[in-house]
């Protein structure tokens, strides 16, 4: 049997930190849907799970709830099963409740509810939240025959209490399923075997924030009794990346931004300039009134479709002068340039200059606790 697993789409989401962008990008993320919909065709897939929270809120404008729908309509040999997350519970103003749903879309309800689809030899058991909590509740072990068993859950796996449904490794390997298709961490997990059953989190296929870096996707691929073929594929629009830059040796602003584009375009490859970037500038640069991180910013703006820097460049300092001082401040340079000397390698020494910044830093005041 051929699967595709997704969850936590969170379409509609706002998300401020775009600011004049962020209208656009809801209307991504829905074309992301579209272009799950369409892998499904492509791959011939049999059945679509998605684990919840494929809507931001159960209020989900109208505007993306009908195209949602209507995907689904379209892709009418792929069967879609859907339990509602703590995001889009299914409730009175829940969309899954007030527009007419396509035949080929199950939404479970808020008890474990079965569905058998006899042709394909397929059963499947989910559990919807229809608040924005959902305590545990144990269910009756899926029925052991010919059937493969399904089961979709957006749930917190390995927790032993919250209020997003916590499930158990016990729980796993007494539910009966073949696969459990998990939603609700945004972060993908490997496919992995508890008793009989495989399961794992998708992950959400395109990130929509800074705490969800890298590539995203969905799990793709086939499914019976003898084991569970499941492959990544990505499918996110755009990529968020965090990324640190030392320019210790940029001499001026042109300087800085060749050193950072260079480095993304090696990186990420030619679409580089499609992604989401937040920049941590560090280093200490000879001059550092020549890199104008303003001027810095507007450049990769134009550049890049999103952009934001945290500017933690240091003026590099005489520390030799620093050191002869008598003070409390020209001991401590003494000390730590005694350190760098003795350094193992570069990555000891890089730390260690790192350190003795970051003490004259608080010599001055300037250091937060946790300061990265
Ligand atoms: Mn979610």
Redesign the pocket.
Known sequence: MKLLHT??L?IGAELAYLENLREGRKYEVLETFKNICTLCVKENVEFCLIS??LFDSNAAANEFAEPVFRYIRDTKNTNFLYVA???DPLNASSAFKKFELPENLIVFGEDYETVEFPEYKVRATGRSFSHSSMEFCEMEKMPQDNFINLLLL?ADFGASDGAYNPITSAFVENCGADYLAL????KRTAVEKIGNTWLSYCG?PDGQGFDEVGEKGVYVGILNKDGCRLHFTPCSSRIHVVKKFDLSDAKNTEDAKKTILDALLFEHGENYDRNLYKLTLVGTPENLSDIKVPELLTELKSKLYFVKIKNRLKQKLDLDLLSKEISLKGLFVNRMLEKIKVAEDDADKKQLIDALYLGLDAFDGEVAYNED
């Open positions: 969850a936590d969170h919840g929270d997350g703590n995001h957006h939603g609700h961490i945004h959400c």
